[in-house]
């Protein structure tokens, strides 16, 4: 999936399962100079994903339902949570 975190600067975002470790992982990469930002994080909810990392958006992940709890099962993902993308400049500290 392509995304634009505000910035001008085209993502592309692969969700996928890993069913050995049983949780859902993310890679991004630059879509203009096809630079892999991270690979294989995974999708937990909390901690802003990429926050710490010297790029200038960030993700994170929100469960739509109010269990709290991180997607697990290979068919977790798809309803009960939403992924977001933001930039770290519009976030007050």
């Known amino acids: 999936m392509s995304v634009d975190p505000g910035d001008g600067s085209p993502l592309n975002l692969t ?17 203009t100079t096809d630079a892999v930002i991270v690979q294989a994080v995974p999708l ?21 339902s109010g269990v709290g709890l991180d997607p697990i099962g ?5 309803e009960r949570f939403a992924l977001y993308v933001g930039l770290k400049s519009e976030v007050a500290e």
Do not use: A, K
């Open 44 to 64: 937990v909810l909390g901690p802003p994903i990429l926050w710490r990392d010297t790029v200038d958006y960030f993700l994170w992940l929100e469960d739509l």
């Open 15 to 31: 969700i996928r399962y890993n069913s050995v470790g049983d949780h859902w992982e993310l890679d991004v990469q630059d879509r």
């Open 74 to 78: 290979g068919d977790d993902l798809g």
